[in-house]
Antibody, heavy 119, light 106 residues
Framework: QVQLVESGGGVVQPGRSLRLTCAAS????????MHWVRQAPGKGLEWVTL????????YYADSVKGRFTISRDNSKNTQYLQMDSLRAEDTAVYYC????????????WGQGTMVTVSS | SYELIQPPSVSVSPGQTASITCSGD??????TCWYQQKPGQSPVLVIY???ERPSGIPERFSGSNSGNTATLTISGTQAMDEADYYC?????????FGTGTKVTVL
């Protein structure tokens, strides 16, 4: 069964850090670029970051550049999102997603994990 | 930065056709896909590469893309199609989502 499972969300104070984890199963994780997409409460989807299949390249939305770091461990079929210097506007559901290069689209999504930045 | 603009809402009667537009500069030069999202759920891919349907997506969902506008069409709309819909494209290695459209089946 193809699956992405996020974990690590929670409530954190502004300026603090949090690390999200996304565990993959049911497909060849090491062949896919992996992404994080977020959705603030009542708002639309926002692409956050991408890491290439081998971890050699990473790309970030301007809103998180310099504060968030994406990484992956292909031996564990897992990707991570290290979020530092968190702000209230980072409050959102964070989805892990896999892009299918043939489809040019996200065909696998996790269930999401909620991050709330509040004092 | 690249932007994709959608109408905030579309209303449709059951059995009728709903059309959702997605506008962006030279969008027709890029592949566009569409996602359906129901409350409390993760997005689901309904159209990829402008007009292709993933397996399991009903034939009533179709797409097109030309010039500056991509369009998602739902023919014979059913109550179960009530949801938020997002277009999405790629600008270099950056993913861009549309502003989202809420489809209401009256």
């Amino acid at each position: 069964q193809v699956q992405l499972v996020e974990s690590g969300g929670g409530v954190v104070q502004p300026g603090r850090s949090l690390r999200l984890t996304c565990a993959a199963s049911g497909f060849t994780f090491s062949s896919y670029g992996m992404h994080w997409v977020r959705q603030a409460p009542g708002k639309g989807l926002e692409w956050v970051t991408l890491i290439w299949y081998d971890g050699s390249r990473k790309y970030y939305a301007d809103s998180v550049k310099g504060r968030f770091t994406i990484s992956r461990d292909n031996s564990k079929n897992t990707q991570y999102l290290q979020m530092d210097s968190l702000r209230a506007e980072d409050t959102a559901v964070y989805y892990c997603a896999s892009r299918n290069e043939l489809l040019h689209a996200f065909d696998i999504w996790g269930q999401g994990t909620m991050v709330t930045v509040s004092s | 930065s690249y932007e994709l603009i959608q109408p905030p809402s579309v209303s449709v009667s059951p059995g009728q056709t709903a059309s959702i537009t997605c506008s962006g500069d030279k969008l027709g030069d890029k592949y566009t896909c569409w996602y359906q999202q129901k409350p409390g759920q993760s997005p689901v891919l309904v159209i990829y590469r402008d007009s292709e349907r993933p397996s399991g997506i009903p034939e009533r969902f179709s797409g097109s893309n030309s010039g500056n506008t991509a369009t998602l069409t739902i023919s014979g709309t059913q109550a179960m199609d009530e949801a938020d819909y997002y277009c999405q494209a790629w600008d270099s290695n950056t993913g861009v989502f549309g502003t989202g459209t809420k489809v209401t089946v009256l």
